[in-house]
């Protein structure tokens, strides 16, 4: 892992920030820490990072607000870190557009791995040049500059969400299996109970809005995943 990698670390709790941070600098990241919303969006402006864990229950400005206004802003990697087992919370996190959700529980060998696999897409889908700009219909995808456009107008998508549509893109009117997408858009498989790619999808669903006949251009294949039609018109 490039040693140049920036993290940021937002937390109140200090005990917890040192052990995180210890832990990730020693695997070659460079970790600075904020212990509130307000300072995390400050340090941001300042000084950018490229990828944020956030504390879902920050007290005062909210881990939810704080990862809102970096939504408002772009598309910069966010890990949600969850004291407690709330999957509402979990939802609305992945609804609002935090890349992954993991538990403060959780072992720190799955949190290296979950961020090193966010950089990992984020950094190969930045530096391959997979496909020219194309277009299906009213949907186009330049994979090169990693933008989307629907009837003329940009999306505004997540790094997550741009690889999702990247990848059904490249299957017109195929199916894609949920556990193919998983694996290659999220780099892990999903457990039984783990909602983060429908919720991703759900997203992106919304930001493309519906076809003339009410439907929305990703439907869902029963038993087989999911499907971008192939027209869109």
């Known amino acids: 892992m490039d040693k140049l990698t920036r993290l940021l670390l937002v937390d109140d709790d200090s005990l917890l920030c040192q052990v995180l941070a210890d832990y990730l600098q020693a695997q070659g990241f460079r970790v600075s820490v904020a212990h509130d919303g307000e300072s995390a969006l400050i340090y941001l402006?300042?000084?950018?990072?490229?990828?944020?864990?956030?504390?879902?229950?920050?007290?005062g400005l909210s881990g939810l607000e704080v990862l809102r206004r970096i939504r408002a802003q772009g598309d910069l990697a966010v890990v949600m870190l969850a004291a407690g087992s709330d999957e509402i919370d979990r939802i609305v996190g992945l609804e609002m557009g935090a890349d992954d959700y993991l538990s403060k529980s959780c072992h720190l060998r799955e949190l290296l791995a979950r961020v090193r696999s966010i950089l990992r897409r984020a950094r190969n889908a930045n530096t391959t040049e997979r496909a020219r700009g194309s277009d299906i219909g009213v949907l186009s995808i330049s994979s090169t500059a990693r933008t989307a456009s629907w009837r003329g107008k940009t999306l505004r998508l997540t790094s997550t969400?741009?690889?999702?549509?990247?990848?059904?893109?490249?299957?017109?009117?195929?199916?894609?299996?949920?556990?193919?997408?998983?694996?290659?858009?999220?780099?892990?498989?999903?457990?039984?109970?783990?909602?983060?790619?429908?919720?991703?999808?759900?997203?992106?669903?919304?930001?493309?809005g519906k076809l003339a006949d009410g439907r929305s251009p990703i439907q869902v294949v029963r038993g087989a995943g999911y499907q971008l039609l192939r027209n869109h018109e």
């Open 45 to 59: 402006a300042e000084h950018g990072c490229d990828l944020v864990l956030l504390d879902d229950s920050l007290p």
């Open 161 to 208: 969400e741009f690889n999702l549509l990247e990848l059904l893109f490249a299957n017109p009117g195929r199916p894609v299996g949920k556990a193919e997408l998983a694996l290659s858009v999220l780099g892990r498989e999903m457990d039984r109970y783990d909602r983060s790619l429908d919720m991703h999808i759900s997203n992106l669903r919304k930001k493309l």
